[in-house]
T-cell receptor, first 114, second 109 residues
Framework: NAGVMQNPRHLVRRRGQEARLRCSPM?????VYWYRQLPEEGLKFMVY????????ESGMPKERFSAEFPKEGPSILRIQQVVRGDSAAYFC????????????FGEGSWLTVV | QKEVEQNSGPLSVPEGAIASLNCTYSDRGSQSFFWYRQYSGKSPELIMSIYSNGDKEDGRFTAQLNKASQYVSLLIRDSQPSDSATYLC?????????FGAGTTVTVRA
């Protein structure tokens, strides 16, 4: 887990507000992944990004969710108009490249929608 | 069919015993296989990776892979109370890591 930095660690939002989760990958890693873990469930793939590119967003809900990984700065997972069902742990992970490389996870961001 | 399936828990073992965890996967093209440990309220922590058929040992942990049967397992020998956690099997195809739902292990002192 060392090196993948996520913030905030805990976030509380009211229904209808926006949530922004940030992730800085490990040094030297250019590939970022976002996973969501609902209570009592396994991790579900959401999106895979490289710098300035979304490679695979097949796991992202079609509406309200977006992700980016700009040339400078952290990756951002943005959830607009949050609903109670968005309450979950959101984990960011990074790897130096794709395919066969170990993926390391950050500490996670726990979103609670009230 | 789920991409990655794990034996349903919870699994309770006495201290010092062997805990055996099983996992099957559906994608025959999967290349890399991992076991993560996750404590409640924490992030997954990589404990084992295995890439070729056979056994791989690391301390008290042994991972076994059988690609023909699409089967991965994890043995925890001399189980300790600190091993009580949820164990996640993860299978990688290209860049995507797919996880099982996890098996919760409780080691009784």
């Amino acid at each position: 887990n060392a090196g993948v930095m996520q913030n905030p660690r805990h976030l509380v939002r009211r229904r209808g507000q926006e949530a922004r989760l940030r992730c800085s990958p490990m040094k030297g890693h250019s590939h970022v992944y976002w996973y969501r873990q609902l209570p009592e469930e396994g991790l579900k793939f959401m999106v895979y990004l490289q710098k300035e590119n979304i490679i695979d967003e097949s796991g992202m809900p079609k509406e309200r969710f977006s992700a980016e990984f700009p040339k400078e700065g952290p990756s951002i997972l943005r959830i607009q108009q949050v609903v109670r069902g968005d309450s979950a742990a959101y984990f960011c992970a990074s790897s130096p490249s794709s395919g066969g490389n170990t993926i390391y996870f950050g500490e996670g961001s726990w979103l609670t929608v009230v | 069919q789920k991409e990655v399936e794990q034996n349903s828990g919870p699994l309770s073992v006495p201290e010092g015993a062997i805990a055996s965890l099983n996992c099957t996967y559906s994608d025959r093209g999967s290349q890399s296989f991992f076991w993560y440990r996750q404590y409640s309220g924490k992030s997954p922590e990589l404990i084992m990776s295995i890439y070729s058929n056979g056994d791989k040992e690391d301390g008290r942990f042994t991972a076994q892979l059988n690609k023909a049967s699409q089967y991965v397992s994890l043995l925890i020998r001399d189980s300790q109370p600190s091993d009580s956690a949820t164990y996640l099997c993860a299978v990688q195809s290209d860049y995507k890591l797919s996880f099982g739902a996890g098996t919760t292990v409780t080691v009784r002192a």
